[in-house]
């Protein structure tokens, strides 16, 4: 039987995450019954805390498994840029080069969710507040040539994009320059390509992979149609890796050492899902920790995995610890590959969670 290698070190790593930092404000409340002054319900307020989005999400989680972390991005000069810049300073991620920028807000995802007491909360309400043009020029200048100077420094690199304009040209190709130079540089995409060819690897979710190759997510249900998009997508990008998250269908690798048709692995997690938001930046931190302390990308993709099982049983963006790392990778080892009928057959299993 295959032996499964323990979790890796990743407290030796330095690692950088340059993006789009987003705060999650969840307002926690309690239902009290329906308003008479209109059809809706009335919630009682009971508490209100701030969490990490996005690129921000993505330092926390590479903090929490141990690596030294750099944020690298703007928030607005704004008490919720000032408390997610604290959120971050206190778990121990570097925010000497997160910028203030004024006039500029910091994008903020208000949760309205309710619970009564001892009953699992559930969400009532999105209020998304954005910033009309991304930060200006300047500060993504600096963030793009602190990108550069970080060459031979870091283990490794996250670009996370959130579409809020902080991945431009400039930083893409900051980016791949460090690839170049021998930097694992992973990029969870969203809306840039462009200056982004030569990255290590890419962390899509299907839709990303759909609307980045102009075919439906439906159409990649099918296990041809996802491992023809995702050749698509890696000859465009000339990345070494793409790894495909298919929320509860677990994740697809494609590239170097891979089959045609991929690799692939169910998702993980044991217990109820609780809240997937975020699960995607787990992924994408953990892949990218994993390449950089030398793992093989399948087993770095059983890492991601096994990890963003962890985060979704959480409520609201979550990290995984290596302890909880450890527990979540499964015992067992590489499990046959599963049925071609099943839609997670889309590619050969390299062991289910
Ligand atoms: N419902 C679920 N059940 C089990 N695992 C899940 C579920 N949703 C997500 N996951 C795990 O999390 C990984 C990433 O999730 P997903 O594909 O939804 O990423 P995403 O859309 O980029 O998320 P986000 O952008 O919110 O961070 C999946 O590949 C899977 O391992
Ligand atoms: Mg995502």
């Known amino acids: ?17 340059a993006g789009d930092m987003i705060a999650d404000h969840y307002v926690v409340t309690e239902p009290r019954g329906l308003s008479r002054e209109a059809p809706v319900m009335v919630l009682r307020h009971r508490s209100e805390y701030l969490g990490a989005g996005g690129a921000a999400n993505v330092a926390r989680n590479l903090r929490a498994l141990g690596a030294n972390t750099l944020c ?23 925010v000497s080069d997160l910028h203030y920028v004024a006039g500029w807000t910091t994008p903020t995802k208000t949760r ?90 890419l962390t899509p979710n299907v839709g990303e992979l759909a609307r980045f190759t102009a075919r439906s997510p439906e159409r990649l249900n099918d296990p041809l149609q996802l491992a023809r998009a995702a050749h698509a997508l890696l000859s465009k990008i000339r990345a070494r890796w793409l790894l495909v998250t298919r929320g509860n269908l677990g994740m697809a690798l ?29 992924a994408t931190a953990v892949f990218a920790l994993a390449l950089a302390a030398g793992e093989e990308p399948p087993q ?27 527990l979540a990778l499964p015992l067992s080892p590489a499990a046959p590959p599963s049925s071609p009928s099943s839609p997670s057959s889309s590619a050969r299993t390299v062991g289910s969670s």
């Not at 600096?142 to 994009?161: F, H, K, N, P, T």
């Not at 770095?300 to 909880?324: D, F, I």
């Open 1 to 17: 039987m295959a032996a499964v290698s323990p979790v890796p070190r990743f407290d030796r790593l330095r690692v950088a995450v």
């Open 254 to 282: 494609y590239g170097e050492g891979c089959p045609e048709d991929g690799l692939s692995v169910d998702a993980s997690g044991t217990g109820n899902v609780t809240d997937v938001s975020g699960a995607g930046d787990t």
């Open 112 to 201: 309205i969710v309710a619970a009564e007491p001892r009953r699992s909360r559930q969400q009532v309400l999105r209020i998304d507040r954005e910033p009309d043009a991304p930060a200006d020029a300047e500060t993504r200048a600096r963030v793009a040539s602190r990108v550069r100077a970080l060459a031979g420094e870091i283990d490794a690199l996250v670009v996370s994009d959130y579409e809020y304009g902080a991945v431009d040209l400039d930083l893409a190709r900051a980016a791949v320059e460090l690839a170049r130079g021998g930097t694992v540089v992973v990029l969870d995409p969203r809306r840039q390509l462009e200056g982004l060819d030569g990255v290590t690897a």
């Open 72 to 94: 690298l991005g703007a928030v607005g000069r704004d008490a919720t840029g000032r408390e997610l810049s604290q959120l971050l300073a206190s778990e121990g991620v570097g």
């Open 300 to 326: 770095a993709m059983r890492l991601a995995n096994a990890a963003s099982g962890v985060v979704v049983m959480e409520h609201g963006t979550a990290v995984c610890t290596p302890e909880q790392l450890a």
